[in-house]
């Protein structure tokens, strides 16, 4: 898959698609832009003019809470119509195709379709397909990329930790079935941080998981020590699809995130999940409440986050 | 002609003036950034403004987003206090076309109501295109087709005068 779809000829950002293949200057300008928007919350009136007029579509082919409401609410605090379409209440229950779908919002009038779908490159296919006016912006694609999540999380981690290149991160749990670890891997290596880890039992880590510029490590009490950012992933019940762990609690107590295990990472080091959280499973509630906790950050950044993604996505609206 | 110095004091004085016709009560100065911020930490000074200086950023109010796009040095505006029933006294360095200042204006209307909005420029240059003005001015100035006019600074402010060379 080319990447350069990602980019104008001028060089700026048009799809967002994926982690992969964005200079390091951009993300940091995502983060940069995205910085102003978090300053919006002081308006009496939260939202800026800078979509007004324009129509984005969320596409969610696969259910969520949190990515299609700060979405939605992104989008609004920058002035767009909002439509969010949740697959099973439309016609692709009757068997349309998603090509079809997409003509029929085209002729529509749309500017953007934020999708998300169980289907690794989707966004991609959507993007190829779709008129030239019209952005497109992954909100997470089958196992590959949820770049959106990722941007949200080095916005946090910057936003505390101010500097990426002494970091050392640690992602700990499914890595295999998990769309936000992959972007978050490509991310960090591209913002330059000293080191990431990922601490998993062999059967949740992909083959060839070291290629992706990853340290491993199958133990936690190993896994942990020296690290500044620890990054919990959910359990992914709903896609494990043979059986790769004896049993949920027999996972807890090797990978969950207790309060004790947390001692031996950096005393000043901050937890992160991408949500939604399995309590008991892989994060104690003690720790996921506690005061290393950022976790409801994540959630308000990821509002600025998306704001800026969108309005960088629509500037210039129809240079190919 | 344009020098510095005078310019500040001449902004000054109106701006004293003004403070007394329009009966501004304990104003609150916010500076345009870059350029208007430079010349509002000189008439904060000036002018003993008691609260802190807001600092505003018009990018992403401006009219012309979907030809420019997002200006990547944007950094967020600091507007301190409320700004509901407040006399505001909104500072910029050079008044062209009148655009900024309306982007300005729906940025601060976005942050409350205020009771008065006094505009204060360094430089008033020709070049309308909107049925706005400035209140005080340090100078009002007339330049040539192709001419731009900038501030520089902020130590030492210095002003200088470009003119644009159209490609072949």
Known sequence: MSDNLQLNSEGKLKHFLSIEGLPKELLTEILDVAESFVGMTDQQIKKVPLLRGKTIVNLFFENSTRTRTTFELAAKRLSADVLSMSIATSSTSKGESLLDTIRNLEAMFVDMFVVRHAISGAAHFIAQQTAPHISVINAGDGQHAHPTQAMLDMFTIRQIKKDFSNLRIAIIGDILHSRVARSQIQALNTLGVAEVRVIAPKTLLPAHVESLGVNVSHNLNVGLKDVDVVIMLRLQKERMTSALLPSESEYFKCFGLTEDKLKIAKPDAIVMHPGPINRGVEIESKVADGPQSVILNQVSNGIAIRMAIMAMAMQKQGIV | ?168
Not at chain 2, 139 to 155: E, F, M
């Open chain 2, 1 to 168: 002609m344009l020098e510095i110095p005078r310019l500040l004091n001449q902004l000054e004085a109106e701006l004293k003036q003004t403070i007394i016709d329009r009966r501004l009560s304990n104003p609150l100065m916010i500076g345009i950034r870059t350029g208007g911020v430079w010349v509002a930490e000189q008439m904060y000074q000036r002018l003993h403004i008691s609260d802190p200086l807001g600092l505003l950023d018009i990018s992403f109010y401006r009219d012309d987003f979907s030809q420019i796009g997002v200006n990547p040095n944007v950094r967020p505006s600091q507007l301190p206090a409320r700004v509901d029933g407040r006399d505001i006294i909104l500072i910029d360095d050079v008044f062209y076309t009148g655009r900024t200042i309306r982007a300005a204006l729906n940025e601060i209307f976005d942050y409350g109501r205020p009771n008065q909005v006094v505009l204060g420029v360094l430089i008033e240059r020709d070049g309308r295109q909107i049925p706005l003005s400035p209140d005080c001015v340090g100078a009002s100035i007339t330049l040539n087709v192709g001419q731009r006019i900038k501030l520089t600074g902020p130590d030492p402010l210095a002003i200088e005068i470009q003119t644009l060379t159209v490609a072949a």
